[in-house]
């Protein structure tokens, strides 16, 4: 992903946040007039429910936002990344895992023996209550596999892949010779994992996934730290970095809420998606009558669809209200949309997590 840049708008005094509005839809203009036609800024919108197409609420490396405007119809995800050398992850799960769903996940660069090409596995370990998994994914980007680029016009990478598994990960696993991956060439081709039936019989781990090669599989085992010996043992076989995405899944508003404090303690940098619409009696440009200071209220109010990283958060602080723009866009087209709103912007180049404090 490209790097985001952090823009906001002029603060408006308290008695004029509405005037935010005109600047929203002239960002909003000045977008869909200089951005490729399948991306725009769509509103969130107001609505008693929300639709499959209502955009994410996103939040980018800040504190874990007040949720409490929106109407939530699905888990909250936060993601923030660690350094795993500075913590217990099991520590980590005992604080969270009661009432959420913890992972934590790393990109892993692997190169097949004999072969030139690079690809890139997605490994993850979870948990929540008492079930636990190891997962494996893979992740296509032409850079990482000049050589079998696109998959669908090289089938062979699919047995290049599986030699990996069978030669190397499973193996490394401790289940060589248990768990055999193939590729399916019908009607698509697809990695098909079979194991035997030892492994089959063994109470304290499962196999699950059905082989899609743009899908995660899994083992299921009976514990947080089996999962991690795993995911240590896969992390061994290719290039990796010592930091780890740590993703915490929320089912609902309420539980979110109770462990936000939590959230907050534990990390100022996390990156919030959830899928929300406005309350039809709520509308983002009014002030809240109580604004904690160091913890302003943010709402996302504009969201583009189809692959952008480009948002529209309002956030009111004590001494004022402004439009915070967060785009992937290149620089000079995100000035470009700045002055096309007449608007002075304030860039923002020092830690994101520390924007609104």
Not at 233 to 239: L, T
């Amino acid at each position: 992903m490209q790097q985001l840049h952090f823009t906001r708008s002029e603060y408006r005094s308290p008695g004029k946040a509405a005037e935010l509005k005109k600047v929203l839809k002239a960002i909003q203009t000045a977008y869909s007039q200089q951005v490729d036609p399948v991306e725009f800024l769509a509103s969130i919108g107001k609505s008693k429910r929300a639709s499959h197409e209502d955009p994410d609420f996103r939040t980018v490396h800040t504190q874990a936002p007040d949720l409490s405007p929106y109407l939530l119809h699905s888990p909250v995800d936060l993601r923030t990344n660690v350094r795993a050398s500075a913590y217990v992850p099991i520590e980590i799960a005992q604080q969270f895992s009661e009432t959420s769903r913890i992972g934590f996940s790393r990109r892993l660069r692997v190169s097949p023996s004999d072969k030139k090409s690079e690809f890139v596995v997605g490994l993850r370990y979870a948990g929540s209550d008492i079930h636990f998994h190891f997962g494996v994914s893979l992740s296509f980007f032409q850079e990482d596999i000049p050589n079998y680029w696109p998959v669908k016009d090289h089938p062979n990478f699919w047995f290049v892949v599986a030699d990996w598994y069978n030669q190397e990960l499973w193996p490394a696993l401790g289940y060589g010779g248990e768990i055999t991956t193939s590729v399916v060439e019908n009607p698509f081709f697809q990695l098909k994992h079979t194991s035997s039936h030892r492994f089959r019989d063994d109470p304290s781990v499962k196999l699950q996934g059905k082989g899609d090669p743009y899908h995660e599989f899994a083992l299921l085992v009976d514990s947080l730290e089996r999962a991690k010996d795993l995911f240590d043992a896969a992390s061994s076989i290719g290039k990796q970095n010592e930091n780890l995405t740590l993703a915490v899944r929320f089912p609902d508003k309420k539980i979110y809420a109770g462990q936000r404090k939590l959230l907050k303690e534990f990390s100022s940098g996390w990156s919030c998606r959830v899928r929300a619409t406005f309350e039809k009696t709520k509308d983002p440009f009014d002030r809240p009558s109580r604004i904690v200071a160091g913890d302003p209220p943010q709402w996302t109010l504009a969201s583009s669809l189809y692959g952008g990283e480009s948002f529209v958060n309002i956030v009111h602080q004590k001494e004022g209200s402004f439009l915070e723009f967060c785009s992937n866009q290149p620089r000079e087209t995100v000035e470009a949309l700045w002055a096309d709103t007449g608007e002075t912007v304030e860039w923002w180049t020092a830690e994101p997590a520390a924007r609104w404090r």
